[in-house]
């Protein structure tokens, strides 16, 4: 059990837009740490994809944008592209255990 | 352009300690601005952190690893270790060494394969 929430999987079709939630609590997302959102394509390492709810890396396109709303985050991308499959994670630190917290990771399926 | 590799050994009987190391190419592991982390991904299952050492020593663990896990920093080598202790096959895991500023990950190893049998 993660201690940030996040659906399994995701799917659309190319250009679409789609969103991938991160659901946190009081002690991690809700007290105004940041999230941060990794890429993992398969079989490679986790790529930082966004960090600080909105920021993205350099060479990371601007379809990709990250949002924040009270104990929650969200991940946008739009214009789907068939590059984007791949497995999403949502990452925050929490007080209560002093540490780094991962969401369950969201597969994308590009139909 | 930093770079780190992990490096260890890919199997590990149950019981006894896995060990791996972390060499960072590109940059210097004493900056001041960065701690530097381990994470692992059990085979199909998402991240997990194990925890984040800063070049003076500092630390901070996962609560439910932090009995098992000492980590170091070589400052000489510009490498960085783990030890996780009485190893079961639960610790079986694709493990990804990171820099880690500001409890973010943004430079990642390409990760080493470690299974715990007998």
């Known amino acids: 059990q993660s201690v940030l929430t996040q659906p399994p999987s995701v799917s659309g079709a190319p250009g679409q837009r789609v969103t991938i939630s991160c659901t946190g609590s009081?002690?991690?997302?809700?007290?105004?740490?940041?999230v941060h959102w990794y890429q993992q394509l398969p079989g490679t390492a986790p790529k930082l994809l966004m960090y600080?709810?909105?920021y993205r890396p350099s060479g990371v396109p601007d379809r990709f944008s990250g949002s924040k709303s009270g104990t929650s985050a969200s991940l946008a991308i739009t214009g789907l592209q068939a590059e984007d499959e791949a497995d999403y994670y949502c990452?925050?630190?929490?007080?209560?255990?002093?540490?780094?917290?991962f969401g369950g990771g969201t597969k994308l399926t590009v139909l | 352009q930093l770079q780190l590799q992990e490096s260890g050994p890919g199997l590990v009987k149950p019981s006894e300690t896995l060990s791996l190391t972390c060499t960072v190419s590109?940059?210097?592991?004493?900056?001041?601005?960065?701690?530097w982390g381990w994470i692992r991904q059990p085979p199909g299952k998402g991240l997990e952190w194990i925890g984040s050492?800063?070049?003076?020593?500092?630390?901070y663990f996962h609560p439910s690893l932090k009995s098992r896990v000492i980590m170091s920093v070589d400052t000489s080598k510009n490498q960085f270790s783990l030890n996780l202790s009485s190893v079961t096959a639960a610790d079986t895991a694709v493990y990804y060494c990171?820099?880690?500023?500001?409890?973010?990950?943004?430079?990642w190893g390409q990760g080493t394969t470690v299974t715990v049998s007998s």
């Open positions: 990171a820099k880690v500023p500001s409890w973010r990950m943004d430079v």
């Open positions: 990452q925050s630190y929490d007080s209560s255990l002093n540490g780094v917290v």
């Open positions: 590109g940059g210097s592991i004493s900056s001041s601005s960065y701690y």
């Open positions: 050492i800063y070049y003076s020593g500092s630390t």
């Open positions: 009081s002690s991690n997302i809700g007290a105004g740490y940041d």
């Open positions: 600080g709810y909105s």
